[in-house]
T-cell receptor, first 117, second 112 residues
Framework: GAVVSQHPSRVICKSGTSVKIECRSL??????MFWYRQFPKKSLMLMAT?????????EQGVEKDKFLINHASLTLSTLTVTSAHPEDSSFYIC?????????????FGPGTRLTVL | GESVGLHLPTLSVQEGDNSIINCAYS??????FIWYKQESGKGPQFIID?????DKRQGQRVTVLLNKTVKHLSLQIAATQPGDSAVYFC???????????FGAGTRLFVKA
């Protein structure tokens, strides 16, 4: 089946620094990818839709300047958390869709655990 | 705004028993629903899906029921096993689109 990877799987950084998280579709191309964040014992919250070759579409309440998204190629989207603060600590998950049969199936990455000290 | 699911409840079942996990959705425009399983520290894993023109779909040991009248989904797991212990999320979207909205999830504990 289709595989989506994320790097790094875990990152710890100091407050005020920026952190880049990569999402790759390993064996298929994705013109669209999605970024979610998940707090402990909570559901996945959609942050933004990453569009290859154009600007990302952000969900209401998500700061565009805080969470920079770049979809540079058909297999790579990056999320940069700028000037990270402890409240940005979360589990970040990306997904990429692939049409399988009659459905658009979503394939999720393994997630990136961000801890901001 | 759009929302799917309830506050995170916990379901505890005995190994071998059947499990039923419920979910409510509010967006009547959604026509495609998915159940995901998420183990600790991992991304969601697809379990089963159903389109709005169906009311039941069966997979291996899992069944999804859809009641559009009351906007309710359920996931039934037969002969629950310890490996089924995880958080289960329902999710919704339109079949023509990719944007997936998740519900609150249910934590399933399977007692050996």
């Amino acid at each position: 089946g289709a595989v989506v990877s994320q790097h790094p799987s875990r990152v710890i950084c100091k407050s005020g620094t920026s952190v880049k998280i990569e999402c790759r579709s390993l064996d298929f191309q994705a013109t669209t990818m999605f970024w979610y964040r998940q707090f402990p014992k909570k559901s996945l919250m959609l942050m933004a839709t990453s569009n290859e070759g154009s600007k990302a579409t952000y969900e209401q309440g998500v700061e565009k300047d805080k969470f920079l998204i770049n979809h540079a190629s058909l297999t790579l989207s990056t999320l940069t958390v700028t000037s990270a603060h402890p409240e940005d600590s979360s589990f970040y998950i990306c997904s990429a869709p692939l049409r399988t049969g009659e459905y658009n199936e979503q394939f999720f990455g393994p997630g990136t655990r961000l801890t901001v000290l | 705004g759009e929302s799917v699911g309830l506050h995170l409840p916990t379901l505890s079942v005995q190994e071998g028993d059947n499990s039923i996990i419920n979910c409510a959705y509010s967006n009547s425009a959604s026509d495609y629903f998915i159940w995901y399983k998420q183990e600790s520290g991992k991304g969601p894993q697809f379990i089963i899906d159903i389109r709005s023109n169906m009311d039941k779909r069966q997979g291996q040991r899992v069944t999804v029921l859809l009641n559009k009248t009351v906007k309710h989904l359920s996931l039934q797991i037969a002969a629950t096993q310890p490996g089924d212990s995880a958080v289960y999320f329902c999710a919704e979207r339109n079949t023509g689109g990719f944007k997936t909205i998740f519900g609150a999830g249910t934590r399933l504990f399977v007692k050996a």
